[in-house]
């Protein structure tokens, strides 16, 4: 599985932004879908994360009620939308895969087999 993300910019706090996660392969729906995101200086944190089928969504504490993710198997995506910004939430987003469906293990990064590259968001007081 490859993994392409994007969407990421520049936005003043407040604002929105959606992340955009494109897979390669067929086997797209068969894998659980996280978002992690690391700051400068900072270790890669848990954002959240979508089950296969889509029936299952987790969230950050950080980021509940002001980030939403949905996944569209059709189309071997996922999305993270971004609403209400702050400037801490600054970071590199990436997407990754991940054979599971437990909270348990879907937030922790190293239960991921495959990685996408990351895109920028910068969030501006």
């Known amino acids: 599985v490859q993994l392409q993300a994007s969407g990421g910019g520049l936005v003043q706090a407040g604002g929105s932004l959606r992340l955009s996660c494109a897979a390669s392969g067929r086997t797209f729906s068969t894998y659980a879908m996280g978002w992690f995101r690391q700051a400068p200086g900072k270790e890669r944190e848990f954002v959240g994360a979508?089950?296969?089928?889509?029936?299952?969504?987790y969230y950050a504490d950080s980021v509940k009620g002001r980030f939403t993710i949905s996944r569209d198997n059709a189309k071997n995506t996922v999305y993270l939308q971004m609403s209400s910004l702050k400037p801490e939430d600054t970071a590199v987003y990436y997407c990754?895969?991940?054979?599971?469906?437990?909270?348990?293990?879907?937030?922790?990064?190293?239960?991921?087999?495959?990685w996408g590259q990351g895109t920028q968001v910068t969030v501006s007081s």
């Open positions: 990754a895969a991940a054979l599971a469906r437990s909270f348990t293990i879907l937030q922790n990064l190293k239960n991921y087999d495959y």
């Open positions: 979508v089950t296969g089928s889509g029936s299952s969504i």
